[in-house]
């Protein structure tokens, strides 16, 4: 019965969601967002950026993170939402120098190398989102319908085919329109679950803040180092992230994303300490905290819990659907620019994302962890060029990239014997530490031999 309530609530949000796209589909509004002849106004952007980046698998990463390492563990997952403080940042460089994406940059300095290895990486992270939140899908019902044999793979199947079919019809303007409608769902249900544990008898902030969680607080610190070194080129492989701050004026989309920052750092490390408050009561890790939760909270509790999540799935899918059909059509230009062709590449990114659920999902974390080592071979080409005022030739973005990828690939494969041979014989955070200090160190070096200062009067 609690399983089919949740289902229910699920489907009704589905619902709502088809209701409020729009009635007549655009081309312009399918790859650019336009919404009539207006730009998206600031909070419909706000609550666009936050729902899309606090999908299903960060949350789950919050809380998992919180759960074995205490409040460092949480803090350091909510440092990637420095990324909003960054992104900005790096849009404002862009538009500086009227670009129209991060393509048009880098291709005015690199040419199609510079454009192909970023789209590259970015096909990748879309890819690992549509991935990692059917997972997270799949996950909560086969918690919630322990009892029916293939609960979870039938969910991700139906999730994908309805969320496709509503993501098809209105492009990014319809992710626009489902995102403000997702997030005050999200909100509403999540404020219930957390109001209720922070106002119980066994809930104390002090002990919350001071958690050593159940493996120490010391990979905690750990990964907020490496998010420290990740965050300022976290956002620039992020598409959904990029694709929102060409959409509104400047000072609109500024605006946007300073909001952006506080409420969904706030909504991460409030989900953190369900995992954290998890630890503190020394419950044992079952089915990635899910049946955890089961057992601390009353039904209805984890009920909200579960809704907000298959929420949060369900935003960031139609959002990774309209980047990617972007990133194929405008950038690529794989397929015409018309509906249909959008349509097209929605449909494949959403059946590879669907048959990835088959290959597991053994850390929820390592696909940020791989992602996020990928996008810092643009660290020091960005810091070139936007702080001091440099040009990078293509060879030193080259070995930069080069350093970036073999990082990912090393700590992706790092159980491999030719990459544990290389890497310290430690914890794998300890490993990944060292692999980013290693990817800037090579990448910055690069481009501190290759970059030449532009005169001020030349500089765009």
């Known amino acids: 019965m609690f399983g089919i309530l949740v289902s229910l609530i699920f489907l009704g949000v589905i619902v709502l969601s088809f209701v409020v796209v729009p009635k007549r589909a655009l081309v312009e509004g399918f ?140 492009g990014l303007s319809a992710a626009l329109r489902t995102d403000v409608l997702q997030m005050a769902v999200f909100l ?115 009920a909200a819990l579960l809704v907000s999540l298959l929420v949060s799935a369900l935003s960031t899918l139609d959002s990774a659907l309209s980047s990617a059909a972007r990133l194929c059509v405008v950038e690529l230009r794989l397929a015409p620019r018309s509906l249909n062709g959008g349509r097209a590449v929605m449909l494949v990114f959403m059946a590879l994302g669907g048959a990835l659920t088959l290959w597991g999902n053994a850390t929820l974390f390592d696909a940020v962890a791989v992602s996020g080592t990928a996008s810092m071979f643009l660290t020091p080409v960005m810091l070139a060029v936007f702080v001091f005022g440099a040009t990078v030739p293509l060879w030193s973005y080259l070995v930069s990239y080069a350093a970036a990828m073999l990082g990912a690939f090393a700590y992706f494969a790092r159980d491999w014997p030719s990459f544990a041979a290389l890497l310290p014989d430690a914890h794998k955070y300890d490993q990944l530490l060292v692999i980013c200090i290693a990817v800037l160190a090579v990448g910055g070096l690069a481009v501190a031999i290759g970059a030449r200062r532009v005169p001020a009067a030349t500089q765009g």
Not at 88 to 103: F, H, M, P, T
Not at 127 to 141: H, K, M, P, R, T
Not at 246 to 266: P, Y
Not at 273 to 291: H, K, R, S
């Open 188 to 302: 509403v249900v999540f404020a219930i679950a957390f109001v209720f544990m922070v106002t119980g008898p066994d809930f104390s902030l002090a002990e919350i803040v001071t958690a050593e969680g159940t493996a120490g607080q010391r990979q905690g610190w750990i990964l907020l180092l490496v998010a420290f070194l990740q965050v300022f080129s976290y956002p620039a492989h992020d598409p959904v992230m990029m694709d929102r701050g060409f959409i509104a004026d400047k000072r609109t989309t500024r605006a946007s994303f300073l909001h952006a920052f506080w409420i969904s750092t706030l909504c991460i490390i409030g989900f953190g300490f369900f995992g954290i408050q998890a630890a503190l009561q020394e419950q044992a890790y079952e089915g990635q905290l899910l049946t955890t939760w089961a057992n601390m909270f009353p039904a209805w509790v984890y």
């Open 31 to 170: 790859f650019d967002g336009k919404m009539g002849a207006a730009q998206p106004g600031l909070w419909t952007l706000v609550l666009s950026q936050v729902t899309t980046w606090i999908f299903a698998r960060s949350l789950m990463n919050a809380a998992i993170l919180g759960y074995f390492y205490g409040f460092p563990g949480t803090l350091a997952y909510a440092a990637y939402y420095l990324s909003f403080l960054t992104g900005g940042y790096i849009i404002g460089q862009l538009r500086r120098e009227d670009a129209g994406s991060v393509q048009s940059w880098l291709g005015a300095r690199f040419g199609r190398t510079g454009q192909g290895t970023y789209n590259v990486v970015i096909a990748l992270r879309l890819l690992s989102e549509v991935f990692a939140n059917l997972i997270v899908v799949g996950l909560i019902f086969d918690a919630v319908l322990p009892e029916t044999m293939g609960a979870g793979t039938a969910a991700i199947v139906i999730v994908a085919l309805l969320g496709l079919v509503y993501s098809a019809w209105g």
